[in-house]
């Protein structure tokens, strides 16, 4: 229990926000300064935060901060400063989906879109050509964020049969369920809400205008989150939603809706790769030559796989990529920690990352 007196309103109002005994012994190593306050929205420059759910409803002024240089997410746990004008710290998360920032020709910088998830719901929708390639990138990041990733078909009520988009998704979602719902009728509302159930936080995840914060809305009963139609001739989305928030379910839970983001790009990755496409590393381990390039090796499991129609060509090109990719940022990652000991060996200061995490 961080804050005593905060225990006459409700019993455990921090328990509520997600509060629990890892981030209890991540405060502890920290010598339990200030009080910890969870971060429930972040716009460009500023975040807010909450030290008690009533801060949340609205029935108390929420903590609001500068985040400058601070690298939080919305999900975070984090210790303002004694003036309460900035973070002090940031506890250990339990987990986060980071992605590579995109910006052209910019040094490589993560951007974490939600911190401290319990579910990492990987959204798509009906009415518009199923992106394979795109759920394989995302869910090499939900692999690697720690959290359990569910992959949801949305907007069912466009279409007469979902079952060939959901088929073309499942196909690379192995071992991870894909979901059929609808923020407009309803359909698969529950079975996303069940998923909260012991106060777990859910995060939302995807394109702009899949329908992510109209299923907020569906979840939440209310329309919190603004929405807004599609384009006519793509169905691209408007980017409507331009802060990442952590909105509370009603009873309990929490769902983290985050802005549609156009790029998937690969962060420095853990097994996530080997992960979302174990089907290939399987077949690797089949090949006569432990060298094997799958090329054009004699007894190549994987060409052999795609001779006898069993593996998607296209899938086999897709994961060199993103094997490619995840390499050249290792490289850019370490002439960076070069240049940045030559810089400290110089004694000046390290540059001040001013990503603040907001911009596509
Ligand atoms: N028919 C139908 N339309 C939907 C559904 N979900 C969302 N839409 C519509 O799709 C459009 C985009 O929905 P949003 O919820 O704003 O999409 P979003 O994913 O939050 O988009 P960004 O905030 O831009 O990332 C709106 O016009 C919604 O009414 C659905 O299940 N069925
Ligand atoms: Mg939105
Ligand atoms: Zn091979």
Redesign the pocket.
Known sequence: MYVQSLMTADPTPEARLGWSDEFDAAWDVLGRPGTPARVTRLDRGWSTAAHSFSQVTGDDDPVRLRNIGADIAVGDWMIPSDDGERVEHVLERTSAFTRRASFDGMRAVSHTLAANIDVVFL?HALGMTPSPRRLERELVLAFDSGAEPIVVL??T??VDDPEPAREALADVALGVPVLLA????GEGVDDIRAFSSGNRTLAFL?A????????VNALVGDALQA????REGDQR?????VAAELVPMPGEGWVIDT??VRAVSLWLSGNGIERAFADVFDLMDGCRFRDCKHDQEPGCAVQQAIADGELDPVRLTALDALIDEEEALEKEQKAREKAADRRSKDKRRPEADEYDGMRE
């Open positions: 959204i949305t907007k009520d466009l609808s923020g407009i009728s995807g702009s205008g899949v329908g992510k914060s109209t299923l929405t807004s139609a599609v989305g408007r980017h409507t939603t802005p549609g």
